[in-house]
């Protein structure tokens, strides 16, 4: 296990390495100048001179590369061009809304997804399976935005019941706190539960056809004890690596959420980074967001093969 | 009595398989059928939109801002007074443009990379590295990053999502390659002296068209996502095109008076990308039986 830890950790360096290759480039792949692009149109001379400056980018690209490595990795030097505010302070104000969202999201979606999966598999062919598969095919169809301005229309504007905008912090008030997120969250869990339910659903079918499945209804066990103490317990294993997408789900998501619920968070951040064109800010941001997807995956592969050894081999 | 269990339960199973086999067969027909329809009908619109679109969908109309659905404007219109109606019929076009060319550029690309790395262990091991580099990446977010650098066009916003998109039928494509290699036609075909390209082209590149198509719908499908999520967000589409993302990012500041405006395009945002898995599904299905269980 050990070995395969290690062999793990090493394989995701290179990737780790690469994607801050793809995000340090982003600047110089920009067309015409980057530093022009931010100045905007009104800038002279000696502003777009500034920025690049700000940027680094009259240095060789071999230490422009070095500097932007050593900046992102301490996180507090890479600046705002607009705000002028480090990206480390950035994150750490607008980290809480952010978490928030994503935990309870997440926890929802699991909640939805998995015991609808289980049940859509465990009774296929009949009408619950048909609705679990028409809830998973809509829930991988609606535009996120659009459904979360949907909830947003009904559960707030038309009948009042959450706050249409804004985030209370849990230190403050707890019941303005779970009803700031309250519909964020339930966008978020049913966006990610879809994926959840094809996933499980698909994998239990498989361990449905196996031989011990038959043999153990063939000796006579209840339908229920089929289920939770033969076809569950090999199941649930291939359903760990369905965690890998819900994460990029709920990281992708959270940009959105946060937007059409204007919460002040990390997804926010990157859709007025985006906006502004703010590159240090997109370049932290998405370095950032790249490294705890792959950090999920390597922990998702290393939790397979803990409970499945043969992936081990 | 183990022997009769076994023969009873085949018994028993038998047509069990057979009907359920039939009963896949007709669903996964109606399935493509039902997608390849609404694909084939927003199609259309998109085509014929200004013929049937009833007014310019830039007119502005001061005096009638923000008015509900009525006879003369189907589904309202917006802040600026321009008929929703028509906004969104020209929306599809955007929409349809985006998910046609994502998905064949990716085609494209995708398989000629695919059977190329599949053959070539230097390539191989240059290539996937690099694409799993890209793959690291949560696509939307990396699609944001991209457009941000790139500027927000139309060209861009494709040229983007192909990016994106591209490693994931390179791979689909490559693990097919690397088992068609060892069938034995395509021995047969080397044993002939047949030049490797023609392999290739003639043996090789066919056998992979199942998982590609397949593949492919789904592209066409999230790309039509993407395209909007990025519209959304104000990066994607500029905001003088209207697509139905823009439009509903728009409509989103004015959902206290008037929750038309980015009402309808959702409505047509999810048929059109159910109908694009719902091909998928159903492809998979009629293609390749052995599929079926892969996702």
Not at chain 1, 69 to 97: E, M, W, Y
Not at chain 1, 107 to 132: C, E, F, Y
Not at chain 2, 61 to 72: C, G, L, T
């Amino acid at each position: 296990m050990t070995g395969y830890i290690i062999k793990r950790v090493l394989a995701a360096i290179p990737i780790l390495i690469f994607v801050g290759l793809v995000t340090f480039s982003l600047v110089h792949i920009a067309p015409g100048d980057a530093a022009n692009i931010m100045a905007g149109d009104y800038a002279g001379p000696d502003d777009v001179k500034k920025i690049r400056a700000e940027l680094g980018l009259d240095k060789p690209i071999g230490q422009q590369f070095l500097e932007w490595v050593k900046r992102t990795a301490t996180g507090d030097l890479c600046h705002s061009i607009f705000s002028g505010q480090s990206v480390g302070k950035l994150v750490r104000q607008r980290i809480n809304p952010t978490l928030s969202l994503t935990i309870g999201g997440g926890i929802l979606a699991v909640l939805i997804g998995i015991p609808l999966g289980v049940v859509a598999a465990w009774k296929s062919n009949t009408i619950v399976d048909r609705v679990a598969q028409v809830f998973a095919a809509l829930g991988l169809a609606v535009p996120g935005f659009w459904l979360g301005f949907i909830l947003l229309w009904a559960f707030a504007v038309n009948w009042r019941i959450f706050p249409a905008i804004g985030f209370v912090s849990m230190f403050d008030d707890v019941g303005g706190f779970f009803r700031s997120i309250a519909l964020p969250c339930l966008l978020l869990g049913i966006t990610g539960s879809a994926v959840l339910v094809r996933m499980t659903r698909a994998s239990l079918l498989e361990v449905f056809r196996e031989d011990y499945i038959r043999t153990a209804r063939a000796k006579g066990l209840g339908e229920r004890a089929v289920l939770f103490r033969h076809a569950l317990r090999a199941g649930a294993i291939p359903i760990i690596t369905v965690l890998g997408f819900l994460v990029a789900g709920l990281l992708t998501g959270v940009v959105v959420t946060e937007t059409v619920f204007t919460i002040p968070g990390v997804g926010r951040l990157v859709a007025e980074a985006v906006q502004q064109r703010d590159f240090p800010i997109v370049q932290s941001l998405l370095m950032l967001l790249a490294s705890i997807y792959v950090v999920v995956n390597l922990l998702v592969d290393i939790a397979y093969a803990y409970v499945d050894p043969r992936v081990r081999l | 009595m183990a022997v009769e269990v076994a023969a009873r339960l085949g018994r028993a199973e038998a047509p069990a398989v057979r009907r359920q086999g039939l009963w896949r067969f007709l669903r996964s027909r109606s399935t493509f059928a039902a997608g390849a329809t609404i694909i084939v009908a927003v199609s259309v619109i998109a085509v014929i939109a200004p013929l049937i679109d009833r007014q310019d969908p830039q007119d502005l109309s001061p005096i009638d801002r923000v008015s509900p659905p009525s006879a003369e404007h189907w589904f309202g219109t917006d802040h600026l007074g321009r008929d929703v109606y028509a906004r969104t019929v020209h929306g599809s076009r955007i929409s349809l443009r985006v998910a046609a060319f994502v998905a064949f550029i990716v085609t494209v690309v995708g398989v000629t990379i695919g059977v190329v790395v599949g053959y070539n262990r230097i390539a191989d091991n240059v290539v996937m590295r690099v694409l799993d580099g890209l793959m690291a990446f949560p696509t939307l977010i990396l699609a944001l990053a991209l457009v941000a650098t790139l500027g927000s066009s139309l060209n861009n916003v494709i040229a983007v999502i192909c990016v994106v998109d591209t490693p994931g039928m390179v791979r689909v494509v490559r693990g097919m390659v690397l088992s068609l290699r060892e069938r034995p036609y395509v021995d047969a075909a080397r044993a002939i002296g047949t030049p490797l390209p023609l392999i290739l082209i003639r043996e090789v590149a066919p056998n992979t068209i199942a998982p590609v198509l397949v593949q492919a719908s789904v592209y066409f499908g999230s790309a039509i996502l993407t395209e909007s999520a990025l519209s959304f967000l104000g990066v994607g589409t500029p905001p003088y095109i209207p697509s139905w993302g823009n439009i509903i990012g728009q409509g989103r500041a004015y959902i206290q008076v008037g929750f038309w405006i980015a009402f309808f395009q959702g409505i047509f945002l999810a048929l059109t990308v159910l109908a694009a898995n719902l091909v998928g599904d159903g492809l998979r299905d009629l293609l390749d039986p052995r599929l079926r269980s892969a996702r």
